[in-house]
């Protein structure tokens, strides 16, 4: 899955994986909860 693969990109940049998430318009609660947490 696409999440888990976010997920595991912890070293990234948040703020580039989240813009590239709103682009793809990728759908995945649990990365937008990771994303609400971290922000």
Do not use: P
């Amino acid at each position: 899955m696409i999440c888990s693969r976010f997920q595991r990109q912890n070293e990234k940049n948040y703020t580039e994986i989240y813009n590239q998430i709103l682009m793809n318009k990728i759908d995945c609660l649990n990365s937008s909860n990771m994303f609400k947490t971290k922000f």
